[in-house]
C-alpha cells in the first residue's frame, strides 16, 4: 500500500509559478514511477508529467518548456516546478505513483487556480 500526500496548490495569478510537492510514504520495495496529473472541471484526469525508471521522463505537450519534473528515488518523493501559468492550467493536480506490480496510487489533489 502507498499514501501520497500533496502541497503547493493555490490561487496564482497568469504568468506566475508555483511548486507542487508531493511525498509517498509505503513499506517495502520502491515504486516504479511517479508523477502529476490534472482534470479540470467537466475534462477528465489528463497526464502531467510522469518520472519512471527506465524510460525518459514524459511531458504533456501543453506543458513542455514551462513545468519541469523531479524526483527524488531515495526520498520518494516529487516535485513540479510550474512556471509562466496559463489559466488553462487551473485544475486539480494529483500526485501518481506506480509500484512494480504496476499498481496505481492516488493522491487526494491539490488545487491549483490561475486566475488575476
Known amino acids: 500500500q502507498v499514501q501520497l500526500v500533496e502541497s503547493g496548490g493555490e490561487l496564482v495569478q497568469p504568468g506566475g509559478s508555483l511548486r507542487l510537492s508531493c511525498s509517498a510514504f509505503?513499506?517495502?520495495?520502491?515504486?516504479?514511477?511517479m508523477g502529476w496529473y490534472r482534470q479540470a472541471p467537466g475534462k477528465q484526469r489528463e497526464l502531467v508529467a510522469t518520472v519512471t525508471n527506465d524510460e525518459p521522463t514524459n511531458y504533456a505537450d501543453s506543458v513542455k518548456g514551462r513545468f519541469t519534473v523531479s524526483r527524488d528515488n531515495r526520498k520518494n518523493t516529487i516535485q513540479l516546478q510550474m512556471n509562466h501559468l496559463k489559466p488553462e492550467d487551473t485544475a486539480v493536480y494529483y500526485c501518481?505513483?506506480?509500484?512494480?506490480?504496476?499498481?496505481?496510487?492516488w493522491g487526494r489533489g491539490t488545487q491549483v487556480t490561475v486566475s488575476s
Open positions: 509505503r513499506s517495502g520495495f520502491g515504486l516504479y514511477a
Open positions: 501518481n505513483a506506480v509500484d512494480y506490480s504496476y499498481m496505481n496510487y
